[in-house]
């Protein structure tokens, strides 16, 4: 097994050698030791001058930790290689090569290096704060994403590398918990010292206790091996895990504690959520090892897309992010001049729906708010920002009852009950191809406002996403009591927003969205429940493409036979028919002259009955239109 050792930096070496070899010697007969000791204008990873002053330091600790003749130095990663391991048949050492890498380099370079073998396993030594900004806090970050391997990530206390320390190991379930078991069964095998194996069992009553002892044991026994069987089980009853934790080590004087990764692309958040943190804020002395398994191979092909769509997008500078976080959260606050344009875009829209004026229905999409919150909501989820989430989703849930209310009221003012027009019916529910479109048009919002020389395309963004017609659409049909054109445009609303949250999440995460705020039980339901509710509408509008038509297409002959009875002042622009019960339900547009008479509207729908074999509500919207022609004298 080849073992790379990653000491983060080259002060206080000695300390922090001393920890990392002595969790790295466990697993491997060959070491690999990188310290960043590299210009910043460099790139790359090389084996250490051995007349540097850095490269001496470290034999003298090489020396300290095992012995002269326990270690050799090499600086090829084959377990073949050894011309001086000849030198000491029959001696058991360590092969150690000393590499210096430098700051830009990638993870993947010192952890695969060319020529030689891959790493099975990275014991990374990060001392200080994990929240720490700049070149070294984005150089840990890319650890975690990289390194594919097994990795151990140790965060030193103040204790000294000498002391006996002990093991504290907190028991979970999954592949890191086993691979955290593993560990520590290694370290109470090689005489570290004893280890706690604990479990923090939640408050049921007068049994919790008994509960709690019941499943260290099935953990152990699941996860453990002989040496196992030693452990101390211990059970803390609190309702607090993390607290739990952090007093149990402050009580263990010193102790090593082991933490396996809450899931594969946790270990970040693990290592900079409340555990370790709680940990060396009351316990200080205490270390902190965070223990992942390696990652498997839909997670390297995962991760293998990720970095390919990183290469391919351009993306986002520190300060960019800044400026568009800024800018999300600005304009998702509730606040007057958010009501003042989402009640002028309702009344716009309203009165464009009601009058049938496609050009009237688009200026309200431009005045409409809505997008930034929604936008907001998947910012949130990619950042795991709760605060965020309450914020923007406050924003989109008042927004849909203000545009309600104040469409409800238009439409009992304004609105004709029982005939909706024709923007209204083209409302209705949703097919497959709005879910498409709107997660489109979230795209192109997203990728809009990460650009600068882009914004001028959000107008068109605001036009294709069309967020507040369904809206207005619902209210109005409320009025003049359309229930089902009512449900199928909110339908669609929940259409629209769901796949921009989607979309806008992707777009962020593609362009570089992905650090933030540690994530929260809060982002990761919601991001669960916005999934399944796009699963549920692709599934259904998949399944049923043609509730639009209320389950139903224009029999063939139909059209012919009506365009029949019309004559020659009118001609049909659009037919619908949709089902209600045992009857039919025909909307027909024309376009003439002057207006249909009674007994026109008679005829055609008997003309619809008798071809539909099914009683027929027919209903008859027109549209004045007026033939010109001028003479072509003069024209150029």
Same mark, same amino acid.
């Given at each position: 097994?080849?073992?790379?050792?990653?000491?983060?930096?080259?002060?206080?070496?000695?300390?922090?050698?001393?920890?990392?070899?002595?969790?790295?010697? @466990?697993?491997?007969?060959?070491?690999?030791?990188?310290?960043?000791?590299?210009?910043?204008?460099?790139?790359?990873?090389?084996?250490?001058?051995?007349?540097?002053? &850095?490269?001496?330091?470290?034999?003298?600790?090489?020396?300290?930790?095992?012995?002269?003749?326990?270690?050799?130095?090499?600086?090829?990663?084959?377990?073949?290689?050894?011309?001086?391991?000849?030198?000491?048949?029959?001696?058991?050492?360590?092969?150690?090569?000393? !590499?210096?890498?430098?700051?830009?380099?990638?993870?993947? $370079?010192?952890?695969?290096?060319?020529?030689?073998?891959?790493?099975?396993? @990275?014991?990374?030594?990060?001392? +200080?704060?994990?929240?720490?900004?700049?070149?070294?806090?984005?150089?840990?970050?890319?650890?975690?994403?990289?390194?594919?391997?097994?990795?151990?990530?140790?965060?030193?206390?103040?204790?000294?590398?000498? =002391?006996?320390?002990?093991?504290?190991?907190?028991?979970?379930?999954?592949?890191?918990?086993?691979?955290?078991?593993?560990?520590?069964?290694?370290?109470?095998?090689?005489?570290? *010292?004893?280890?706690?194996?604990?479990?923090?069992?939640?408050?049921?009553?007068?049994?919790?206790?008994?509960?709690?002892?019941?499943?260290?044991?099935?953990?152990?026994?699941?996860?453990?091996?002989?040496?196992?069987?030693? !452990?101390?089980?211990?059970?803390?009853?609190?309702?607090?895990?993390?607290?739990?934790?952090?007093?149990?080590?402050?009580?263990?004087?010193?102790?090593?504690?082991?933490?396996?990764?809450?899931?594969?692309?946790?270990?970040?958040?693990?290592?900079?959520?409340?555990?370790?943190?709680?940990?060396?804020?009351?316990?200080?002395?205490?270390? $902190?090892?965070?223990?992942?398994?390696?990652?498997?191979?839909?997670?390297?092909?995962?991760?293998?897309?990720?970095?390919?769509?990183?290469?391919?997008? /351009?993306?986002?500078?520190?300060?960019?992010?800044?400026?568009?976080?800024?800018?999300?959260?600005?304009?998702?606050?509730?606040?007057?001049? %958010?009501?003042?344009?989402?009640?002028?875009?309702?009344?716009?829209?309203?009165?464009?729906?009601?009058?049938?004026?496609?050009?009237?229905?688009?200026?309200?999409?431009?005045?409409?708010?809505?997008?930034? /919150?929604?936008?907001?909501?998947?910012?949130?989820?990619?950042?795991?920002?709760?605060?965020? &989430?309450?914020?923007?989703?406050?924003?989109? *849930?008042?927004? !849909?009852?203000?545009?309600?209310?104040?469409?409800?009221?238009?439409?009992?003012? =304004?609105?004709?009950?029982?005939?909706?027009?024709?923007?209204?019916?083209?409302?209705?529910?949703?097919?497959?191809?709005?879910? %498409?479109?709107?997660?489109?048009?979230?795209?192109?919002?997203?990728?809009?406002?990460?650009?600068?020389?882009?914004?001028?395309?959000?107008?068109?963004?605001?036009?294709?996403?069309?967020?507040?017609?369904?809206? =207005?659409?619902? *209210?109005?049909?409320?009025?003049? +009591?359309? %229930?089902?054109?009512?449900?199928?445009?909110?339908?669609?609303?929940?259409?629209?927003? $769901?796949?921009?949250?989607?979309?806008?999440? %992707?777009?962020?995460? =593609?362009?570089?969205?992905?650090?933030?705020?540690?994530?929260?039980?809060?982002?990761?339901?919601?991001?669960?429940?916005?999934?399944?509710?796009?699963?549920?509408?692709?599934?259904?509008?998949?399944?049923?493409?043609?509730?639009?038509?209320? +389950?139903?297409?224009?029999?063939?002959?139909?059209?012919?036979?009506?365009?029949?009875?019309?004559?020659?002042?009118?001609?049909?622009?659009?037919?619908?028919?949709?089902?209600?019960?045992?009857?039919?339900?025909?909307?027909?547009?024309?376009?003439?002259?002057?207006?249909?008479?009674?007994?026109?509207?008679?005829?055609?729908?008997?003309?619809?009955?008798? &071809?539909?074999?099914?009683?027929?509500?027919?209903?008859?919207?027109?549209?004045?239109?007026?033939?010109?022609?001028?003479?072509?004298? *003069?024209?150029?």
């Amino acid at each position: 097994m080849v073992v790379t050792l990653y000491i983060d930096s080259d002060s206080h070496l000695p300390q922090l050698l001393h920890q990392g070899l002595r969790l790295a010697i @466990l697993r491997g007969p060959w070491i690999r030791v990188v310290i960043p000791a590299g210009r910043k204008d460099e790139d790359g990873c090389a084996p250490m001058n051995p007349q540097a002053p &850095l490269a001496q330091q470290i034999r003298s600790c090489l020396d300290e930790e095992l012995g002269s003749d326990g270690w050799i130095e090499t600086s090829s990663g084959s377990v073949e290689d050894s011309g001086s391991a000849e030198q000491r048949e029959g001696t058991e050492v360590i092969r150690i090569g000393l !590499f210096s890498t430098t700051q830009r380099t990638k993870v993947a $370079v010192w952890l695969n290096p060319p020529d030689e073998e891959s790493s099975d396993l @990275l014991v990374a030594v990060l001392p +200080g704060n994990e929240r720490e900004a700049g070149e070294n806090g984005e150089r840990r970050e890319r650890i975690y994403e990289d390194a594919l391997c097994e990795l151990l990530l140790l965060r030193p206390g103040s204790h000294d590398h000498e =002391a006996n320390k002990g093991v504290l190991l907190t028991l979970a379930r999954g592949p890191h918990a086993r691979a955290a078991t593993h560990w520590a069964e290694l370290l109470e095998g090689a005489g570290l *010292g004893p280890v706690r194996a604990l479990v923090v069992q939640p408050e049921i009553g007068a049994d919790s206790r008994g509960v709690g002892r019941r499943t260290v044991n099935h953990l152990l026994e699941t996860y453990g091996g002989e040496h196992a069987r030693n !452990f101390k089980r211990v059970v803390v009853v609190s309702s607090q895990r993390n607290q739990a934790i952090a007093e149990a080590c402050k009580d263990g004087e010193g102790e090593l504690l082991l933490v396996g990764a809450s899931k594969l692309g946790g270990l970040s958040q693990r290592l900079r959520g409340t555990v370790a943190e709680k940990v060396l804020r009351s316990a200080p002395q205490a270390s $902190v090892a965070v223990i992942r398994a390696a990652v498997p191979l839909h997670g390297r092909t995962q991760r293998a897309l990720a970095s390919w769509i990183q290469r391919r997008v /351009p993306q986002l500078e520190r300060e960019d992010r800044l400026a568009l976080v800024e800018r999300v959260q600005s304009n998702s606050h509730w606040d007057f001049d %958010f009501v003042t344009l989402m009640s002028l875009s309702t009344l716009i829209a309203a009165s464009g729906l009601i009058v049938n004026s496609a050009a009237v229905i688009i200026g309200a999409m431009l005045v409409a708010p809505l997008m930034t /919150p929604i936008m907001g909501v998947g910012m949130a989820l990619v950042q795991g920002n709760p605060q965020l &989430l309450r914020l923007a989703m406050r924003s989109v *849930g008042l927004g !849909f009852l203000t545009a309600l209310l104040i469409s409800v009221l238009l439409g009992a003012v =304004a609105a004709t009950p029982g005939d909706p027009t024709h923007e209204l019916l083209a409302r209705d529910w949703p097919g497959l191809l709005d879910l %498409f479109v709107a997660f489109v048009a979230g795209l192109a919002g997203v990728y809009s406002s990460c650009r600068s020389n882009l914004l001028a395309a959000l107008p068109g963004v605001a036009i294709a996403a069309a967020l507040v017609p369904p809206i =207005a659409t619902a *209210g109005v049909a409320l009025s003049i +009591g359309e %229930f089902d054109l009512a449900l199928g445009a909110s339908l669609l609303f929940l259409a629209n927003f $769901v796949a921009i949250v989607l979309a806008s999440a %992707f777009g962020l995460w =593609a362009v570089g969205m992905r650090e933030g705020q540690s994530g929260s039980r809060l982002t990761r339901i919601s991001g669960t429940i916005i999934c399944i509710l796009a699963l549920c509408l692709g599934i259904g509008l998949s399944q049923h493409p043609d509730l639009r038509e209320g +389950g139903m297409r224009v029999p063939e002959g139909l059209l012919e036979a009506l365009e029949g009875s019309l004559g020659d002042q009118h001609r049909i622009l659009a037919l619908q028919l949709e089902s209600n019960g045992s009857n039919l339900r025909a909307t027909l547009e024309l376009g003439g002259s002057e207006p249909p008479t009674e007994e026109l509207v008679s005829e055609l729908r008997e003309v619809a009955q008798s &071809l539909l074999a099914a009683p027929v509500s027919l209903r008859v919207h027109s549209q004045w239109e007026m033939e010109s022609r001028a003479p072509l004298e *003069g024209l150029p």
